[in-house]
Nanobody
Framework: QVQLVESGGGLVQAGGSLRLSCAAS????????MAWFRQAPGKEREFVAA????????YYADSVKGRFTISRDNAKNTVYLQTGSLKPEDTAVYYC????????????????????WGQGTQVTVSS
């Protein structure tokens, strides 16, 4: 089992930034693929970003590319999502997810590949 705890959400004005953190426990963090998803009110959950266990490969949704950066610190068992140039449409609950399954290239965005999920942290961007 893997436990994930997100933090860092909050209320921010458009154009601002937040750094989300996700602390993992229960398994060897360096062997987990990690990702961030988000769910806006009335919408389905969507992929935001992912990073492989090695940290050498990162992936982003088109909607956040160039504005968000995913990173990991294996020594701290933590994955981060640095957000920037935030827009009101980025308002959502942001979820951290972990996978201990093989992650075929091209499926980094697929919720089905991630077995463990955090409770989420709310990000609200005001205009």
């Amino acid at each position: 089992q893997v436990q994930l705890v997100e933090s860092g959400g909050g209320l921010v004005q458009a154009g601002g930034s937040l750094r989300l953190s996700c602390a993992a426990s229960g398994r060897t963090f360096s062997m987990l693929h990690m990702a961030w998803f988000r769910q806006a009110p009335g919408k389905e959950r969507e992929f935001v970003a992912a990073i492989r266990w090695s940290g050498g490969n990162t992936y982003y949704a088109d909607s956040v590319k160039g504005r968000f950066t995913i990173s990991r610190d294996n020594a701290k068992n933590t994955v981060y999502l640095q957000t920037g140039s935030l827009k009101p449409e980025d308002t959502a609950v942001y979820y951290c997810a972990a996978s201990d399954l093989p992650l075929p290239y091209g499926l980094e965005y697929s919720e089905d590949r991630y077995r463990y999920w955090g409770q989420g942290t709310q990000v609200t961007v005001s205009s």
